[in-house]
């Protein structure tokens, strides 16, 4: 069996300013867990090339991208965003955290299987602004990719991290052949909730047990939609140390949320697995 490429550059850490109010340190504590993994014949450690500027067109606005590129956001627009104070190695970052989206897509296409990116899962993104940690959207721009450069004519999107996919949701609302799910805390971030084609809110304190039936159910509507390709935000912002999460699902529980989604994937429907972001401050504006 083929390992399972994982995209990953330092710069998902290092392209945080260490006095950013996030715990930047995740993606280099992760790679340094799967670290134990090499040499196994599980995984590889693929790293990324930068986005270009016509990848992130797919799915934003012209002058909303522009401005992110020239570095003339307004400050209303970056503290939206977050992660401040930006440094250079900040543009830089996300366009590297892009470009292991569209790899890992571009794998699966050709491969099938499994790929993941180590960082991103950048559903807050919208499509002319960012929010809350999210600059350009990977999922809504690896989605369109696969419809209209790849061909895909299916696509499901599956979001099971604690916040909603508002993003992703209305970038992709009017899009044929793409659905969007997400499972997520009703009174969590973001507050104004988007309209995914399938959205399952979840009251405070639910637990394991209403969480995988929610994710049993996200799941019976993809196996009807039959997608020929799914993109996996799976955030782990559910589980109950998660400061913020407040939907107590257990470690157990989110294992066998995991179990679920891959037994669940026919063995030839390739998956992009996203990272998550995790939203330690949310923001209020
Ligand atoms: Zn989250």
């Known amino acids: ?3 399972m490429p994982v995209w990953y550059h330092e710069t998902y850490t290092e392209g945080i300013s260490r006095s950013a109010r ?3 340190d995740r993606y280099r504590m992760l790679r340094e867990r799967l670290n134990d993994l090499h040499g196994t014949g599980l995984i ?3 790293s990324p090339e930068p986005a270009v500027r016509d990848t992130l067109l797919i799915a934003h606005e012209q002058d909303y991208v522009d401005r992110f590129l020239s570095g003339s956001l307004g400050s209303k627009e ?3 965003i977050g992660l ?3 440094t250079d190695a900040f543009l830089p970052r996300t366009m590297m955290i892009i470009g292991g989206a569209v790899e890992a897509l571009a794998h699966v296409t050709r491969f099938g299987g499994i790929a993941a990116n180590m960082a991103g899962g950048t559903h807050h993104s919208h499509r002319s602004f960012g929010s809350g940690y999210c600059v350009f959207n990977d999922l809504a721009i690896c989605a369109l990719l696969a419809r209209d450069e790849y061909g895909y004519e299916r696509i499901a999107v599956l979001d099971l991290d604690v916040h909603q996919g508002d993003g992703t949701a209305t970038i992709l609302e009017d899009e044929e052949g793409i659905i969007t799910i997400s499972v997520h805390g009703e009174k969590n ?5 988007a309209k995914s084609d399938y959205d399952f809110p979840l009251p405070n304190g639910t637990g394991d047990e209403g969480y995988l039936r929610a994710v049993e159910e996200s799941l019976a509507i993809i196996e009807d939609f039959s997608p020929e390709i799914v993109l996996f ?3 782990v912002d559910a589980l109950e140390f998660d400061a913020l999460g407040n939907l107590n699902v257990s470690e157990d529980g989110m294992r066998i949320r995991n179990d679920m989604v891959f037994s669940s994937l026919d063995r030839r429907t390739p998956c992009v697995l996203f990272m998550g972001t995790k939203l330690d401050t949310p923001q209020r504006y």
């Open 1 to 3: 069996m083929r390992p």
């Open 22 to 24: 996030f715990p930047r």
């Open 44 to 46: 590889c450690i693929e």
């Open 78 to 80: 970056v503290r939206r």
């Open 84 to 86: 401040e104070p930006w």
């Open 189 to 193: 971030f973001p507050f104004r909730k």
């Open 233 to 235: 935000q799976a955030g």
